[in-house]
């Protein structure tokens, strides 16, 4: 491109897109295809196996397994004992994030029926998985005049819903809003922990 005489001292540069890019699945049906989160973590197709010792990171073979530990082994040290937490999300219109209902998975499995279970939209697409099967630090933030309720985002706004005390069990925000108070920063207010995606409408925080 030629440049005009009030350009002479500009530089070349490119623009990169500041949000997650996402992939369609092949039937574009968001459903189907999971997004990524049963995907390789070298070359996103298939995985056919799971690294033995975290059983989070997938891959599409043994020499993709081999390839990827020096830079997974940091990682998988950090959760290879961990605790999960399952959050199955749904989409809240008004407000636009993603409300949840919760499984807490200790030691023994406390469960959480929740009337927000129902509450899933026929044409809501799930968001977007812009981490496919790889781990990733999300931060929760409770409400700090109430600590009524949760908000839970990764680094990039790329899944963002909250989790209202009204909707859990008392067992269940209770031991969430411990683990805040024992962990979090600025008196128990927010903590960030690795996250995974489970599957579309699955989110599992490290406990």
């Excluded at 993709?64 to 809240?92: D, M």
């Excluded at 009524?148 to 859990?168: I, K, T």
């Excluded at 067992?171 to 128990?188: K, N």
Aim: hydrophobic share 35%; charged share 20%; aromatic share 8%.
């Amino acid at each position: 491109m030629r440049r005009e005489s009030h350009e002479e001292d500009f530089v070349e540069s490119f623009l990169l897109p500041i949000g997650p890019l996402e992939s369609a699945p092949v039937d574009g049906t968001p459903e189907v295809a999971e997004m990524g989160v049963n995907a390789c973590a070298i070359c996103s197709k298939p995985s056919t196996t799971v690294c033995g010792a975290c059983q989070v990171v997938r891959y599409c073979g043994s020499e993709h397994s081999k390839q990827n530990w020096r830079s997974h082994k940091p990682l998988c040290k950090q959760i290879s004992k961990a605790h999960w937490t399952i959050l199955p999300f749904t989409t809240s219109p008004p407000s636009g994030l993603f409300q949840s209902s919760i499984s807490l998975n200790h030691n023994s499995p406390v469960q959480l029926h929740s009337p927000m279970d129902t509450i899933r939209h026929s044409t809501g697409a799930p968001p977007p998985n812009a981490h496919g099967s790889q781990p990733f630090i999300i931060k929760l933030q409770i409400d700090v005049a109430s600590r009524s309720s949760l908000l839970v985002y990764d680094q990039m706004r790329s899944l963002q819903f909250q989790v209202f005390r009204r909707d859990c069990s008392p067992a269940l925000w209770e031991a969430l809003d411990q683990t805040l108070m024992a962990h979090g920063l600025l008196g128990g207010l927010k903590l960030f922990v690795w996250a995974r995606r489970k599957s579309n409408w699955e989110l599992s925080p490290r406990s």
